[in-house]
């Protein structure tokens, strides 16, 4: 129907202009809708790379499409880019202390085996299901948001 309207409408039918106007206003906010809408999600996603670190947990990799999975990579991988271009051999990790830390030392839970750690120093800690440990805050605040240690709070 399309067609044959704009070609009824050019040849003098003026009350067709009128529903091809609305038509394409309709068509242009359904496009503004679903832009919106992809913007925010993109945002989310971004967002869950400062949340959850690098691997995201499998419920939510469950609810993301595929492109929206291999664009949380390419913004990973970014990100991870940048972070070595920055604060000298090592680089420097933008993820940690997302919240000013109170001290540098916390005392933390494990929530389940999780194997060997190793800390600044050297030492290889094993860490445990229920075992507990005073560890660098920045050391473990990935874990902590990975869901295998868990903060005590004093």
């Known amino acids: 129907r399309g067609s044959s309207s704009r070609s009824e409408a ?10 091809i106007r609305f038509r394409h206003c309709c ?31 499998n419920t939510i990799q469950f609810h993301m499409s595929t492109e929206e999975v291999e664009w949380f990579n390419r913004y990973k991988k970014s990100l991870a880019t940048y972070m070595r271009s920055v604060g000298g051999e090592e680089g420097l990790d933008l993820t940690q202390d997302i919240k000013p830390p109170k001290s540098l030392y ?14 600044d120093d ?33």
């Open 10 to 19: 050019k040849s003098g039918r003026t009350d067709l202009i009128f529903l």
């Open 106 to 119: 916390i005392e933390v839970r494990c929530l389940r085996d999780y194997g060997e750690f190793e800390i």
């Open 27 to 57: 068509l242009l906010r359904n496009q503004r809708c679903i832009l919106a809408y992809l913007y925010d999600r993109l945002l989310r996603i971004r967002a869950l790379r400062w949340e959850y670190g690098s691997i995201l947990p």
């Open 122 to 154: 050297g030492t290889t800690i094993l860490l445990k299901k229920n075992s507990q440990h005073f560890l660098p805050r920045w050391k473990c605040e990935q874990l902590i948001r990975q869901g295998v240690l868990e903060h005590i709070l004093s």
